[in-house]
């Protein structure tokens, strides 16, 4: 009879990784409803459908070869530092770190709105509701990465069911004929599509923070490979199905954007569907919470033992071996950020988390020239001139959603700019690093 290892059942597996990579990217479908107001019924499915195919798969399969080549913990920190040196490497941790504060300073805000169906009142707590969120998910990662990964399961049923009574629903109601929309971005404005673009490129990013614990994987290679492909056709099949049921429901877009998926259950009629799709907006806001929190919690430790953070974020939990130091500064900060809007932090989130996945594109480039004949189990199947095409082709949509987001209003101008100016405060940082460490060479040498 075959045992697993002890160490093997510290470790995460495939199904555990999907549902965690599922909410490191996604988390349902919780986060899409401004899309209708942006965009309007023709261009929506649109951009669901352009946005994954030039942001997401060239994403997922950097990630996917660069893994396989180093599947470490500290994932694109370690990739970039050895593909283009240190200070590159310390630029993709800090401006990753920094957007993934303000990534999961979103979710608590989230939880709070879908908890307001049950409680009207409770945005008058949201505070003290963001706190408990923030810090009874520090201790959950604090206890390790399969807890984390057990939860995962759990949450992520909470937020698929909901959706699957609203698809069959639609089903019904149709009599099995659901229509697609005339897709088209006639009569959206510039400003509308960039905005637009950057909620769907939020509701599909993430797929290298899942890198961040590959040591902690069981056999990494071949899950990240599976659970990857696993993760994105739920997400795409997720959003595409709701899209449609929301178009055919008739609802207000305008409406569906101010107070969320829950309010869709009053137009198709169907009792207990709004309390449902609450809870699944609740048990997304966890999920992701954990999730994201696991993956950042993690590059810290590994830049700390490279000297370029302070060494006490490198300490490991007694008990637990996990990066408890690190965990608990990111939650401090996190406790920070939770005043900003819904959408200023997606505006500097997608701004920030753009600039870091590109230095993942060069770098796969420049370690294919580099090292061409190192072992890659996964390897894209095409040469660099391909891979730089498609990595233009990336590039091309995240400016489109800047420029967009820009050009929207004062309002959005605000917090791109913020999102900017946080990009060239890594080079500040580098600098100020240096010097510290310069000064303490000196100081050993003078001894």
């Known amino acids: 009879m075959n045992r697993r290892s002890p160490n093997s059942r510290k470790r995460l597996h495939v199904f555990q990784l999907a549902a965690v990579i599922f909410f490191t990217v996604s988390g349902g ?28 798969i060239p994403a997922i399969l950097t990630v996917l070869e660069l893994n396989s080549m180093m599947p470490v913990n500290g994932g694109y920190y370690q990739w970039v530092k050895r593909a283009l040196g240190p200070r590159w490497g310390f630029y993709e941790g800090f ?19 879908y908890a307001s169906f049950f409680f009207p009142h409770l945005h008058m707590y949201k505070i003290p509701v963001c706190l408990f969120i923030i810090w009874s998910s520090a201790i959950l990662n604090i206890l390790g990465i399969v807890p984390v990964g057990k939860i995962s399961i759990v949450l992520g049923l ?38 637009g673009i950057y909620t769907v490129m939020w509701n599909f990013f993430g797929w290298d923070n899942a890198t961040t614990y590959a040591g902690e994987v069981d056999k990494p290679i071949r899950s990240y490979i599976v659970s990857c492909a696993l993760a994105f056709v739920t997400i795409f099949a997720m959003y595409i199905l709701t899209s449609l049921a929301v178009l055919h429901s008739g609802i207000d877009f305008k409406v569906l954007s101010e ?39 993690r590059v810290p430790k590994v830049m700390a033992d490279d000297g370029l953070m302070p060494e006490k974020l490198n300490a490991l939990h007694s008990k637990y071996q996990t990066p408890y130091i690190s965990i608990i500064v990111s939650a401090l900060i996190i406790s920070l950020m939770i005043f900003w809007s819904f ?29 061409p004949d190192e072992h890659r189990p996964f390897k894209i199947p095409m040469k660099i001139a391909g891979l730089c095409m498609m990595f233009i082709l990336s590039v091309s949509i995240y400016v489109i959603g800047l420029l967009g987001a820009f050009s929207h209003s004062d309002e959005t101008f605000i917090p791109a700019s913020i999102a900017v100016l946080a990009l060239i405060s890594a080079e500040i940082a580098w600098r100020i690093i240096v010097k510290v460490k310069l000064k303490a060479a000196a100081a050993k040498v003078k001894k």
């Open 95 to 113: 401006w990753t770190w920094i957007y993934t504060f303000v990534d999961l300073a979103i979710y608590p805000v989230l939880f709070v709105e």
């Open 158 to 195: 909470f937020v698929l069911s909901p959706f699957v009574i609203l698809w069959a629903v639609t089903l019904l109601h149709h009599q099995g004929a659901v229509s697609l929309p005339h897709i088209t971005l006639k009569g959206v404005g510039f400003s509308s599509i960039g905005m």
């Open 259 to 297: 107070e969320g998926f829950p309010s869709i259950a009053s137009v198709t009629g169907v009792n207990g569907l709004g309390p449902l799709l609450s809870i699944g907006g609740m048990a997304s806001a966890v999920g992701l919470f954990s999730a994201v929190l696991l993956s950042v919690s």
């Open 343 to 371: 959408t200023d932090l997606i505006i500097m989130d997608v701004t920030l988390y753009g600039a870091g996945l590109f230095l993942e594109f060069i770098s796969l480039i420049v370690l294919r020239i580099k090292v």
């Open 29 to 56: 479908p919780y986060g899409l409803e401004p899309l209708f107001s942006y965009a309007g019924a023709n261009a929506a499915l649109l951009l669901l459908f352009i946005c994954p195919i030039l942001w997401d």
